[in-house]
């Protein structure tokens, strides 16, 4: 394997030392995930004391490193997922459904105006969905209640119970 660096007498990889940072901070913070994307890799502790464009850098050779060497899947456009929890992804655009209650119960009742991020801070339950996946589901239940006339769009993504 070639080096891409090298400090002192001994070369390293630099896209092996972000996956296997990588693989040790998904296995703390997204251990119970069902699955997650590259936002989700983004916000991991391990890269965030560097610049945003830094940290996608770092995540991309990360992730790019582990598919190459089969350790990680891309399940969807945007979805990965360690090799070993394969079996247990459901698609996000099906998988929504099934938070409809949830999420309608986390809406504010009459009178108070909110917006995804104020639903998706009470959300509490439910550790195998990463925040992104959660924002993506709230995002498909709002136009489920929208359509059904339970919520009205009231500004830029600002929303009242009706």
Known sequence: MASDGGYGDKAYNRSAMYASVMLESIEVELADAAYFTREDLMQLPCFQAVATITRYSYVCQAVRYLLERGKMAKVSATGLILIGKKRQYTQAHTQWEE????????????????????????????????????????????????????????????????
């Open 99 to 162: 938070f409809i209650e949830t999420v309608t119960a986390l809406v504010p009742y009459r009178g108070t105006t909110f917006g995804l991020m104020d639903v998706l801070r009470k959300w509490e339950t439910d550790q195998h969905l990463t925040t992104n996946l959660k924002r993506v589901i709230i995002r498909h239940v709002f136009k489920r209640l929208k359509s059904q006339q339970v919520i009205k769009e009231v500004g830029f993504y600002q929303y009242e119970r009706m």
